[in-house]
């Protein structure tokens, strides 16, 4: 069986850190591609995974170009182009420059590889999302954003941490908008099982929530850009789900079309990823606080989508 083809749109920290994950767990081959002048960024680090893949064995192969005709028929693609966060900027204050880019990239991913399965990492997450959707035409199965994942995943940690367990037990899910309004569902959070509410009390976990929420801009300032490990490892993971016909229920942003009460609009829900692509949306009980910050959280998102809508 050939391999799969997996095209990574954006060579920066987060391209490079997914490319490299693609070729430990050997997904596929990967095209790590960027703008021309970013062209031996790309080039440089798939010779240095090459290099470091002999190490260890791997007959997948990444290849680094500015040319959308080397990411020709791929299976999945990775859309991370566009400009990181500063120190002080909101996921928000990037729209106005990557929604350009991210028109491009929808432009070529028509053209280029029309029946891949779409994960979107670049920000603003959920308006990024819509309008590579809106632009592509894409079936709304075969597009996704990468926020939740990455959010709960934060939350996991910072559970874990709290109660003193191990990571591996404790089960977080994050929904809404992948900004500062996104909202841990802390009445779900379980370890193993357990509610979290009896091991974490109330007052440490509303630490937590605020700490899960600001989670991307404390990392912002310590480092002056984005995250970058957390984030790959969360998109190589919805791939992997639809790569392997794996079915796992993730939180990403997905298109809403009347779920909790949202449509045309994508937003960080529950889904089951497989080879379908999104396969289902999952509704799950909210309590009455969390519903209410659902709804601030989805004006929040609209208020971005409306100013992409306004430069189309």
Known sequence: MARKKIGLIGAGNIGGELANQIMQKQLGDAVLVDIPAKEGVAKGKALDIMQNS?????????????????????????????????????????????????????????????????????????????????????????????????????????????????????????????????????????????????????????????????GGGEIVKLMGTSAFYAPATA???????YLYDQKRLMACAGYLTGEYGYKDMFMGVPMVIGAGGVEKILEVPLTADETTGLKASAEAVMTVVDIVKKTA
């Open 54 to 214: 002999a190490l260890y064995g791997g007959d997948a192969s990444v290849i680094g170009t500015s040319n959308w005709e080397d990411v020709a028929g791929a299976d999945v693609i990775i859309v991370t182009a566009g400009i990181p966060r500063k120190p002080g900027q909101s996921r928000d204050d990037l729209v106005g420059v990557n929604v350009g880019i991210i028109r491009t990239v929808a432009d070529n991913a028509k053209k280029y590889c029309p029946n891949a399965f779409a994960i979107i990492v670049a920000n603003p997450l959920d308006a990024m999302v819509f309008e590579f959707h809106r632009r592509t035409g894409f079936d709304k199965s075969k597009v996704a954003g990468m926020a939740g994942m990455l959010d709960s995943a934060r939350f996991q940690y910072f559970l874990a941490d709290a109660a003193n367990v191990s990571v591996k037990d404790v089960r977080t899910m994050v929904l809404g908008g992948h900004g500062d309004q996104m909202v841990p569902i802390s009445s779900m959070c379980t370890i193993n099982a357990v509610p979290a509410s009896q091991m974490v009390p109330a007052d440490k976990m509303e630490a937590i929530i605020k700490r899960v929420r600001g």
């Open 235 to 241: 998109a190589i993971q919805m791939a992997e789900s």
